[in-house]
């Protein structure tokens, strides 16, 4: 162990977080709150971004990227025991014209790279009998979207997936939980406005929503922070809706 590691070993409540998507929006601002509460963070992008402690460029749809990015965010920070998924990309097409290389790269960042962190991740966390996953899906998967069949298919594959290992991981002490954020306001959020995919413009969408503004990347950070502290060790397998109540 480095002594870095040894360092956030016993210092009390700390751990290594990987945060995957944390160049930009909301991975930038989870990765920003856990390192607020004293996480030791990395993120792992494709952008270097401004990691916390460490960033990593990696291609999460790429294994052995992948395997290697935490291999070295375990040689500078110690074992993994946090990871939160918010890399992802969307993607606007109708159905019929939708090419399976185009579903299949949308498939790919948004389910394939979360099998791949978290799989990677998993023998830290397994060791340690303590271990937190938090996966950003999307509120599109509580009502569907047009256009988007392959984005909120992914998203809700995700969801089973956060399910699937809650159940399989909890005599591990991991627990695995989704958060699915709606109408946040991200480069993400505002390239859909640009491109007018949104049906009308974020202050359109702010009068629909029951709290009257759009989400900010720190409201889902601080649902992720809840969720991965030592107080959520009994909240696992949920899909906690972060969405201003235009979801419930
Ligand atoms: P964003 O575009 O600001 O950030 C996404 C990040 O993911 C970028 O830094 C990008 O480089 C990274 N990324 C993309 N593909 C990658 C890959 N193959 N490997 C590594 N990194 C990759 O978007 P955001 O709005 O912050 O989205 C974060 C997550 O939240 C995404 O999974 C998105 O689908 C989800 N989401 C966002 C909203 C919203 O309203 N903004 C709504 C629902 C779901």
Same mark, same amino acid.
């Given at each position: 162990? &480095?002594?870095?590691? &040894?360092?956030? *070993? ?20 989870? *990765? ?14 494709? &952008? ?9 460029? *990696? ?21 993994? &025991? ?10 606007? %097409? ?6 399976? $290389? ?18 990677? *991740? ?23 979207q047009p256009f988007m069949a392959h984005y909120v298919a992914a998203k ?6 956060? %399910?699937?290992?809650?159940? $399989?991981?909890?005599p591990s002490g991991i627990t695995v939980n989704a958060i699915p954020p ?10 859909? $406005? $640009? ?40 909240i696992t397998g949920q899909i906690l809706g972060v969405n201003g109540g235009?979801?419930?």
């Amino acid at each position: 162990m &480095s002594p870095v590691a &040894s360092a956030s *070993a016993t210092r009390s409540g700390a751990r290594t977080a990987v945060v995957t998507g944390g160049a930009s929006g909301i991975g930038r601002a989870v *990765a920003r709150r856990l390192a607020a509460d004293g996480h030791h963070v990395a993120t792992l992008d494709l &952008s270097p971004g401004d990691g916390r402690d460490y960033a990593v460029t *990696a291609d999460v749809t790429d294994r052995a990227h992948v395997d290697k990015a935490q291999d070295a965010v375990r040689d500078r920070l110690g074992p993994v &025991s946090i990871l939160v998924d918010a890399a992802g990309v969307d993607g606007f %097409k109708r159905f019929a014209d939708l090419s399976f $290389e185009a579903w299949l790269r949308v498939v790919d960042v948004n389910l394939h790279g979360v099998f791949h962190c978290i799989q990677s *991740a998993l023998p830290d966390m397994t060791a340690a009998g303590w271990g937190r996953v938090v996966n950003i899906s999307s509120s599109s998967t509580h009502s569907g979207q047009p256009f988007m069949a392959h984005y909120v298919a992914a998203k809700s594959a995700v969801n089973g997936l956060t %399910k699937s290992l809650a159940l $399989e991981l909890g005599p591990s002490g991991i627990t695995v939980n989704a958060i699915p954020p709606g109408f946040v306001d991200t480069p993400m959020l505002r390239k859909v $406005e $640009e491109r007018q995919r949104l049906g009308g413009t974020v202050e359109d969408h702010i009068a629909r929503t029951p709290v009257r503004r759009v989400g900010r990347p720190e409201d889902i950070a601080a649902a992720c922070a809840f969720l991965v502290s030592e107080e959520a060790g009994y909240i696992t397998g949920q899909i906690l809706g972060v969405n201003g109540g235009r979801n419930t």
